[in-house]
């Protein structure tokens, strides 16, 4: 990236940052925040603001390209290293997103089902009031699911472990009566009653001769499913369940999943802008807001105003701003609306097609 895109891309930030008031987290004063710039998402942390007016004057002055704050509470949120800070509790913290070379709406969507469906265990299986979940859009690939609620603050990452594995059924227990019991029962109910073959095949210890005769005797077999008892079922075992429940578990990448175990990781602070797509870190009112939400139209920071830029590299097809944009070859001079020139800026994949002075910033 050249500088005068640099230029342009920094002065775009503090214009963003000059018009708005930034939310912040509870308890600001407690927290630890990490920046970032060109190249590398956290290039320093160990910074504290006493109050969201000290934020706001540093995302105005400084506009850094990734802004994040901890998820856990210190005593001394800029006192370095970690064990001087004194930890307080952590919020719980899970991180939902896919690989995606380019933004692409399909993927985000099966993303935000996912989304949906952690929410719904945080709420029926762990009793968790709605209006302590926050549901934030990363600004990129996925979502952030934040828990405030005193009673976890002092969980362990071991604790932590824990409610991950059982989210996503890793551990593969059960207990007679549980949410997941349920739900497994419902599900293999399901397959019956649609005759799902192929998806009673793909359990363990069920071929195809096994899968017909349950299907040949669906009505009997679920009945005594709901009745409880799953013994005499044939070609069914304990690992049967297990597929049954990793199916239906959220889906968390290991790295993904560090995110929740690790009391003092970092995460995008709200309503900021994301250095790598220039798309905001779009936090929702409420939980139920999110099955009707398109990170791509709501989450712009930029307008569509008129911007030419010159390709670096050859450039598929992506999706933004409510639009499609079909692939663009390399070295070609071409207008495209703001939010998209940025993001393609940002992406290494073009240079902003002006001259930018350093004191246009």
Known sequence: MNQATKIFIKKKFKDYYRKRYINYPPNIEQREFGMGNFEKKIEYRHRAFKNGRDLNLYLRTDAPLYISYSAAYYEFPANQPIIRKVWLGSDLVFDLDMDMKMLDLRKLDMVKDEASHLINFLIEDFGIPSDKIEVKFSGSKGYHITVYDKAIQKLGKQDRREIADYISFSNGRLVEGSTWTKRIKEEFIRILNEKDIAALERLEGVGKKTADYLIKNKERITGQIERGSWEGIPGFRESSFMGIGKGLGIKIPDEDNMVTI???????????????????????????????????????????????????????????????FKKIKKDEEIELPLYAAIYLMLKDMAEVAQVVRDDDI
């Open 262 to 324: 690790d009391i003092h990781r970092l995460i995008r602070l709200q309503d900021t802008i994301h250095g790598g797509t220039g798309l905001v870190a779009k936090c929702l009112k409420e939980v139920g807001d999110l099955d009707g939400f398109n990170p791509l139209t709501e989450a712009l920071a930029f307008d569509d105003s008129p911007t030419e830029i010159s390709t670096t590299l050859d450039i598929p097809g992506f999706e933004i701003g409510g639009g499609s």
